[in-house]
């Protein structure tokens, strides 16, 4: 085992209640809402991948590439099982959510510099999941989150004079958002466009 999965694997073992509760919490919110869609077997796929990668970076401020390229990959695999045994495109979906999230994320890394290149991991890792409408969604989500907390970072700022944190991890603004989509962004789709 190299340094980087050692590391891994021990911050995994310190917060390891944690995540399992907020796996538990995803997974249950899953078969709760989408029970009876062929959606709830991306969105529990999706909890297993997105939860440990987006903790840790709201911990420790930094998204692992290994743990991004592994829910790469599980969402590849997730999307092909799923095309072998109810085929209807989801490897292409899947396919297509990685490119566009992970393309918008690669975009503003490119354009800012202010994020990560595991920020554009994570982007593609959870579009694997959603496709890409669902993809657009859990971009604009992510955001309107993210300023959400900065907001109110300036009123504590304001209130005590002091900062309590400088700066917020994207990664767990992206789960949050991915996860949303997931559980309700094809009815946030049909709203927003007036369709059905």
């Given at each position: 085992m190299g340094t980087e999965w050692q590391v891994i694997w021990g911050q995994l073992q310190t917060h390891k209640y944690v995540i399992l509760m907020l796996m538990a919490a995803a997974i249950t919110a899953a078969v709760l809402v989408l029970r009876g869609d062929d959606r709830i077997y991306m969105a529990l796929g999706g909890?297993?991948?997105?939860?440990?990668?987006?903790?840790?970076?709201?911990?420790?401020?930094?998204?692992?590439?290994?743990?991004t390229i592994g829910g790469l990959l599980l969402g590849i695999l997730c999307s092909a099982a799923l095309e072998i045994l109810m085929p209807?495109?989801?490897?292409?979906?899947?396919?297509?959510?990685?490119?566009?999230?992970?393309?918008?994320?690669?975009?503003?890394?490119?354009?800012?510099?202010?994020l990560g290149f595991g920020d554009v991991?994570?982007?593609?890792?959870?579009?694997?999941?959603?496709?890409?409408?669902?993809?657009?969604?859990a971009f604009v989500l992510t955001f309107a989150l993210g300023l959400a907390a900065a907001c109110r970072e300036y009123l504590y700022y304001f209130r005590?004079?002091?900062?309590?944190?400088?700066?917020?991890?994207?990664?767990?603004f992206m789960a949050?958002?991915?996860?949303?989509?997931?559980?309700w962004g094809q009815e946030m789709i049909r709203w927003y466009t007036g369709v059905g």
């Open positions: 909890a297993v991948a997105m939860i440990p990668a987006a903790y840790l970076d709201g911990r420790c401020y930094r998204l692992y590439h290994r743990l209807g495109n989801q490897l292409a979906r899947a396919c297509e959510g990685m490119a566009c999230l992970g393309g918008l994320f690669l975009a503003l890394y490119i354009a800012t510099g202010q991991c994570y982007g593609a890792a959870l579009g694997t999941f959603l496709g890409w409408q669902c993809s657009l969604v005590h004079g002091s900062w309590r944190r400088r700066m917020l991890p994207l990664g767990p949050c958002g991915a996860y949303i989509s997931l559980l």
